[in-house]
């Protein structure tokens, strides 16, 4: 059974850093993508940035390119967001995701792409 467990969430100020770490136990099927997703209250869920297994194609919101930096570990099958330059519109609850379908590169910056999801952790930017 798939299970994607996030951690590294929490409270920081306007201008500083957090690094989100999503763990993919128990895995039965081929990656081809991992991403994150985030979901502020009211809003939809919104992407932020996708990493694609087969050739390491990076793809981010414009919202936080130049802030956000994401990585995986292939051995330790994890992904994670170094978030630095946090901003209070950065609050919300940030999602891991996995994809075992393939598609053309772009189609993993949607939802829909995605077939297992982690619980979320929560991320507040106090300015």
């Known amino acids: 059974q798939v299970q994607l467990v996030e951690s590294g969430g929490g409270l920081v100020q306007a201008g500083g850093s957090l690094r989100l770490s999503c763990a993919d136990s128990?895995?039965?099927?081929?990656?081809?993508?991992m991403a994150w997703f985030r979901q502020a209250p009211g809003k939809e869920r919104d992407f932020v940035a996708a990493?694609?297994?087969?050739?390491?194609?990076?793809y981010y919101a414009d919202s936080v390119t130049g802030r956000f930096t994401i990585s995986r570990d292939n051995a330790e099958n994890t992904v994670a967001l170094q978030m630095n330059s946090l901003k209070p519109e950065d609050t919300a609850v940030y999602y891991c995701?996995?994809?075992?379908?393939?598609?053309?590169?772009?189609?993993?910056?949607?939802?829909?792409?995605?077939?297992?999801w982690g619980q979320g952790t929560q991320v507040t930017v106090s300015s």
């Open positions: 995701a996995a994809s075992a379908r393939y598609a053309p590169n772009y189609y993993y910056t949607y939802p829909r792409m995605y077939d297992y």
């Open positions: 128990g895995r039965s099927f081929n990656t081809y993508a």
């Open positions: 990493i694609i297994w087969s050739n390491d194609r990076i």
